[in-house]
């Protein structure tokens, strides 16, 4: 039997890793690709504490993540795409619309 | 056999993960995040969640990724891929990023309560079935199932219209313009 802490452990590296993707990278895409990889981190926490207490609970809200992760990157891609061609660039720190 | 599984899955998990981070071309980047998710995928099996793991090879690695893929696709990605890292917040990013894992390591070994929530590991005989997941899904949850089919039809539509490009949309007015002056 596995225990527990090790998911635990494995999702605050998943964590901490995508943490650093979305500071530290400059592409867009990359950023976005991070903001995945900590979604499925927390994923990882809620469906081992459902695994220990035995609560279907937690698979569902996992669903529940699952289907707003894909509606929040269909919306994030398509920003980005009618961003890139009014500002032909990919960088984060170029793109500074709203602060003008 | 479960511990030998869960080491190399997750072993395989974090390294792609960090190659997520590293990689120059975001065709790469794109590709190594596949393989973590496909890694967390299985782990889902070893958490008893199989019908998560199918859903997460199905939404994420199917869709999600097909969907970065296309726009990566689109997009010219050669001139970006010379420099990886923001210059002037690579100093507050590592010290947000080492708070960050101090307070995570903190919280995982000092609290109590997450410890008597844990426990040391027990064995567990009942698998849940789909069955069971989908009569909590469809009794108890039916109310956010629906709001979720709701939002997934907001998405759509303001993918469709934030993705049309401007040349869609005006001439179509005036070309009917042009048409009525020229009669």
Sequence with gaps: MIPTAWYLILAATLFVIGGAGVLLRRNVLIVLMSLELMLNSVTINLLAFGHVLQDLRGQIIAIFVIAITAAEVAVALGILVALLRNKNTLEVDELTVLKG | ?183
């Design chain 2, 1 to 183: 056999m479960e511990r030998e599984f869960f080491l190399l899955l997750s072993g395989v998990a974090t390294v792609s993960a960090l190659l997520v981070i590293v990689a120059r071309n975001p065709v790469h980047s794109a590709l190594a995040l596949v393989a973590c998710l496909v890694q967390i995928a299985a782990l889902y099996v070893l958490l008893g969640a199989p019908f998560l793991a199918v859903i997460q090879i199905f939404v994420y690695v199917g869709a999600v990724m097909v969907l970065f893929l296309f726009v990566i696709m689109m997009l010219d990605v050669r001139k970006e891929s010379q420099r990886r890292y923001l210059k002037h917040a690579l100093l507050p990013g590592v010290v947000v990023l080492v708070i960050l894992s101090g307070e995570l390591i903190v919280l995982l070994t000092q609290s109590t309560k997450l410890h008597a929530a844990m426990g040391p590991g027990q064995t567990i005989t009942t698998q849940p079935s789909v069955e069971a997941l989908s009569l909590l899904l469809f009794q108890d949850f039916l109310l956010p199932f629906e709001v979720a089919s709701v939002i997934l039809l907001v998405a759509l539509i303001g993918a469709v219209v934030l993705a049309r490009s401007e040349a869609d949309v005006t001439p179509v007015r005036s070309r009917k313009d042009h048409g009525e002056v020229r009669r």
